[in-house]
């Protein structure tokens, strides 16, 4: 993705046009074309919107903080932990049907892992959440987090996955060298 062809911001109601979006998943279209202006403006969900050059909407991704108990954390707990373990949780990334198969929700993934790991200098962060969507497309939706470096908390149970703030430095590292090495 080219950051002159595609914009990602933080999402103004007035500049980003949701009524024509659709990712394929009606509750999320729903709540994206509905709910989240009142979810933003009471400090819910922080929602990001891609655009195309055009302006119109390809893409979406939601965070909103979030903890996670100690025995329900897995290996993001320590043996002593006590205390809810703070995250941030990824309430949706959405993809609009006619922009899928175009790495734009690769993209917005990376735009969001970079967001986690600038708040966690601000804030405690040990980890980026989120729960994938349980429906016919699940597999291909694990695959894809899984592929980014996610990881499930339980393989009995894999639709809940994280990836820890520690990891998304590393691999933005890795990405900022890959980068000046390309540049001549």
Same mark, same amino acid.
């Given at each position: 993705m080219t950051e002159q062809k595609y914009k990602i911001t933080q999402f103004e109601k007035a500049l980003h046009d949701r009524s024509a979006f659709s990712c394929g998943v009606p509750p999320i279209d729903n709540w994206i074309k509905t709910s989240i202006s009142d979810e933003t403006k009471n400090d819910r969900v922080r929602l990001w919107c891609g655009t195309d050059p055009d302006g119109t909407l390809f893409g979406a991704y939601a965070l909103n903080p979030h903890s996670v108990v100690p025995e329900e954390a897995g290996?993001?707990?320590?043996?002593k932990d006590r205390k809810p373990i703070p995250v941030l949780y990824l309430t949706c990334l959405a993809i609009d049907v006619r922009f899928q198969k175009m790495g734009l929700g690769e993209a917005l993934m990376g735009h969001a892992i970079e967001k986690a790991a600038q708040l966690s200098k601000e804030i405690p962060i040990s980890a980026i959440v989120l729960d994938v969507f349980e429906d016919e497309n699940f597999d291909r939706r694990l695959a894809f987090y899984a592929r980014l470096g996610f990881s499930s908390f339980d393989p009995?149970?894999?639709?809940?996955?994280?990836? *820890?703030?520690?990891?998304?430095?590393?691999?933005?590292?890795?990405?900022?060298?890959?980068?000046?090495?390309? *540049?001549?």
């Amino acid at each position: 993705m080219t950051e002159q062809k595609y914009k990602i911001t933080q999402f103004e109601k007035a500049l980003h046009d949701r009524s024509a979006f659709s990712c394929g998943v009606p509750p999320i279209d729903n709540w994206i074309k509905t709910s989240i202006s009142d979810e933003t403006k009471n400090d819910r969900v922080r929602l990001w919107c891609g655009t195309d050059p055009d302006g119109t909407l390809f893409g979406a991704y939601a965070l909103n903080p979030h903890s996670v108990v100690p025995e329900e954390a897995g290996p993001l707990a320590r043996r002593k932990d006590r205390k809810p373990i703070p995250v941030l949780y990824l309430t949706c990334l959405a993809i609009d049907v006619r922009f899928q198969k175009m790495g734009l929700g690769e993209a917005l993934m990376g735009h969001a892992i970079e967001k986690a790991a600038q708040l966690s200098k601000e804030i405690p962060i040990s980890a980026i959440v989120l729960d994938v969507f349980e429906d016919e497309n699940f597999d291909r939706r694990l695959a894809f987090y899984a592929r980014l470096g996610f990881s499930s908390f339980d393989p009995n149970k894999p639709a809940r996955m994280y990836l *820890t703030i520690a990891d998304a430095r590393v691999a933005l590292a890795a990405q900022e060298k890959q980068k000046e090495k390309a *540049t001549p």
